[in-house]
């Protein structure tokens, strides 16, 4: 984690070698593109604007892009 990643690999959703799910994510302008963990992922696929209970802050969709839960429904993040 920590490691960079490519700006085309943003809200990629991977498991580093040790089974760790981490989100490429942009860390600001001295920060660029990192992979950073996420916290407990929704085992079921999701669509961004479905509705989500918060039982799993973070989804992953069918094209394999991390999407968060936000006042009830799976958001793409910022």
Known sequence: MGTYCA???VLDYRYQSDGTPTVC????AN???K?????????????PGQPCSGAYP??????GKAIMC????????P
């Open 7 to 9: 700006g085309a690999e």
């Open 25 to 28: 994510v942009y860390m600001g």
């Open 31 to 33: 920060g660029g593109y």
């Open 35 to 47: 992979w950073v963990s996420v916290a407990a992922t929704d085992p079921v696929v999701r669509a």
């Open 58 to 63: 973070v989804a992953v969709t069918r094209y």
């Open 70 to 77: 936000v006042q009830g429904t799976w958001m793409v993040g």
